[in-house]
């Protein structure tokens, strides 16, 4: 790839014409990966969560020092932003020296990084308390290091931890078959509380020979010995580095077999070629960030847009081999169809909201097989969707039916390549039959109470199962035509009602007898100020019942006096899934000027181009994805409706490229103008803050007039879409 021609002419940063830009190294992976010191027991404030190594979009090996225990090295599995420690799967460290103490769980290593770079597909740090230079890169499915040691060693030694990863292992076995080649497997731990005994399986290799290997295992080194078994095990190689300062080291996963992670290496990364491997995973990178070209902001803006846009593309993750195979929900190894890819890392309570939508815009192809790949786990574990999945297991995590959300925003946003009654038949599943569960986790606890009592004692767990309901409804109509379907879910879908409390004006949880709760229990992960606006459906209905828009709007007026709440706090949480959607309902209220001023803020003030730079957990991808939409001035409200709300963009040139070679092109926005006073499409006027994705994605040009001061008309001429039943 060529090298980027950057020009910057005055306080805004463009690119020289006919120059062939590299976006992989406009990403900075170093953002979100600190934390910003609020301490253990508030670490889901600690920032992103992201990791600064190198990874393939979408693809299964993410090869990076971890969020939660850097110190270890670089591990070969990481999700972007969940907020629990999770995998982190055979961590490689690099050494000054012979080995002379047994590294045990790898948590002692101080290694001092100093990142010289650290960009899509590419990863290049010094570790400065043995001045030892790591260089990092990926395939889809393997890694490649170039581990170069201080030009005064005589030797270096590097160590694998084949019996540690991210939380606490229980299986784990590593062999030394040959001076220089790896076999291993390990199982997964836990995540959140929940077990993922995912088996991963691992081949590794190493360039040259090494003087001396061995195994440790907690406190003892055995020189000479091939094998290591179970928990704080490695193995660990020390090589001659007197003359030749560089060791490469390339490595496979797969998770159906120790033949599977071999041919995948022998497929995906055949030579010691590092430059090769590097280039190819940042062309992979070229070819999905420049499915959007940006100019006109600040370098800081074009940074961090690209950054957010990677993150958005990190998952969900490609889980079958070379060969097709994969393994599936019922722990049976499974065949993708020739020419298709099979998916995993099902972020979906976080997901639903922005990343689907985003993903579904620009790679439909994928994302119907994503999912796809979601309805054959619900098949395959019980014939009743999962909410949260890691490698192959339901970890049921968080709450709600979030996955029948995904599905139906995939289809509403372009993604339709999948089998639709299957679809709608596992939906409604989970929806309809009490207990009904994928693996041993269900789909909807307390189903029945939802079902006859019309609420769930938890009024979070109610709305989401609410905006569900509507979800299905709607991918019924749309993709099926079944309106008799569509209606009794979109009655079901006004069950929000029954916690709403008349005296109070406030949505409450309540317990199966009726009585009110307390006026914060049973919000989940957010307080009940962030609760009420959850039924981005129907917020005429939101609005009507607290006395029309005036009551709603200075509701909202109040909810914005911070933009940086944590869970308990009752005003704005910018890093938290529940109020994504909340600035743009002033466009509801009819005060869409304040749309536009908040949005702005929120990029300005919550997000910066720094490593503690997010304002809470990326969530594989859910923050990265607000962030792109909010800077392209269009947003995804509405469950499994295509369509956005409008704000003012930041770029003066947007181009989105569209499947058969359509493009959007968003022009006259401005980081330093907040307020929209005119907009038109294709030339035509628009006084409208509600645009159908169906006209934005047949393509055309959506030209905006920016101001300084509000022009607080526009946009009221017609008000954008609630739903619900008609009597």
């Known amino acids: 790839m060529s090298l980027i021609l950057l020009l910057t002419l005055g306080t805004h940063f463009t690119f020289a014409q006919n120059k062939v830009i590299n976006y992989a190294n406009l990403v900075n992976t170093k953002i979100g990966s600190k934390g910003k010191g609020h301490g253990v027991h508030e670490q889901y404030l600690e920032a992103g969560y992201t990791f600064p190594g190198a990874m393939y979009p979408m693809g299964m090996v993410q090869f990076t020092p971890t969020f939660f225990a850097e110190n270890k090295g670089f591990v070969v599995n990481q999700l972007s932003g969940a907020g629990c420690d999770h995998m982190g799967n055979f961590p490689v460290m690099p050494l000054a020296g012979a080995l002379t ?82 076999e291993a497997y390990a199982d997964g731990g836990s995540f959140c509380g929940s077990a993922t005994p995912y088996k991963i399986y691992f081949v590794a290799k190493f360039d040259v020979k090494p003087m001396v290997s061995g195994v440790w295992k907690e406190q003892e080194i055995q020189a000479g010995k091939k094998e290591a078994d179970g928990e704080n095990s490695g193995l660990y190689f020390t090589f001659d580095v007197s003359k030749s300062k560089t060791v490469k080291y390339k490595f496979a996963v797969s998770y159906v077999s120790l033949a599977n992670a071999k041919q995948n290496l022998a497929a995906e990364n055949t030579t010691w070629d590092f430059n090769l491997i590097k280039n190819k995973a940042q062309a992979a990178w070229n070819s999905y960030l420049g499915k959007i070209k940006v100019s006109g902001g600040t370098k800081d803006q074009t940074v961090q847009f690209y950054t957010h846009l990677y993150h958005a593309l990190a998952h969900p993750n490609i889980s079958n081999d070379v060969n097709g195979a994969y393994m599936g929900a019922d722990n049976q190894v499974h065949q993708v169809i020739a020419g298709k890819n099979n998916y995993t890392s099902f972020s979906n309570w976080d997901t639903y909201r922005t990343q689907i939508q985003l993903i579904s815009i620009l790679a439909p192809k994928e994302t119907s097989q994503i999912i796809q790949s979601t309805i054959d786990f619900a098949a395959q574990s019980g014939g009743s969707l999962p909410r949260w999945v890691m490698a192959n297991t339901e970890t049921g995590i968080m709450q709600g039916d979030p996955t029948s959300i995904v599905i139906a925003n995939a289809y509403a946003f372009g993604a339709k390549d999948f089998d639709h009654k299957l679809a709608l038949k596992v939906m409604r599943k989970g929806a309809e039959v009490p207990e009904a569960k994928s693996q041993q986790i269900e789909t909807r606890p307390y189903l029945a109470q939802y079902l006859s009592k019309g609420y769930v004692n938890d009024a979070s767990m109610n709305l989401e199962y609410t905006s569900a309901d509507f979800a299905i409804g709607q991918f019924a109509l749309q993709a099926l035509n079944q309106k008799d379907v569509y209606q009794t879910y979109l009655k079901r879908s006004t069950q929000w009602k029954n916690q709403f409390d008349a ?47 005036k009551a709603a709007e200075a509701r909202l007026d109040d909810f914005f006096r911070k933009l940086n709440a944590n869970y308990s706090q009752d005003w704005f949480a910018a890093g938290n899934e529940p109020d994504f959607q909340v600035p743009w309902i002033y466009n509801w209220v009819g005060a869409p000027y304040k749309t536009q001023n908040l949005v702005k803020r929120i990029i300005k003030e919550q997000y910066t181009n720094t490593a503690s730079g997010l304002p809470g957990n990326d969530d594989l991808g ?21 369509g956005v709300s409008l704000n003012s963009p930041s770029f003066s040139k947007i181009t989105i ?31 409208s803050t509600w645009l159908p994705w169906t006209k934005l994605a047949q393509g055309g040009k959506l030209n905006y007039t920016l101001s300084s001061k509000p022009n607080k008309n526009w946009g009221l001429s017609t008000v954008p879409p609630s739903f619900q039943p008609k009597n």
């Open 101 to 182: 103490k047994s590294p045990l769980d790898m948590k002692g290593f101080d290694p001092q990084y100093q990142i010289n770079k650290a960009s899509a597909g590419f990863f290049d740090v010094d570790l400065k308390k043995d001045n030892i230079n790591a260089a990092l890169s990926v395939t889809p499915r393997t890694g490649m290091a170039g581990f170069t040691f201080n030009a005064n060693e005589e030797k270096g030694t590097i160590v694998i931890g084949t019996g540690i990863n991210g939380t606490k292992i229980s299986l784990a076995n590593a062999k030394i078959l040959a001076d220089n080649t790896i």
């Open 657 to 687: 490229s569209l499947p058969n070679k359509k493009l959007l092109e968003i022009t006259g926005g401005a980081n330093n103008l907040a307020y929209i006073d005119k907009l038109t499409f294709n030339s035509k006027v628009i006084n």
């Open 622 to 642: 859910a923050m990265g994805a607000f962030y792109v939409f909010a800077n392209m001035g269009i947003f995804p409200v509405i469950p499994g409706i295509g």
């Open 503 to 549: 005296e109070t004006k406030w949505i409450r949880s309540k317990e199966s007898d009726g009585k009110w709760r307390g006026q914060n229990d049973g919000m989940r992960e957010a307080n009940y100020k962030s609760y009420y606006w959850m039924v981005p459906y129907n917020i005429k209905g939101l609005a009507d019942a607290i006395g029309g828009n």
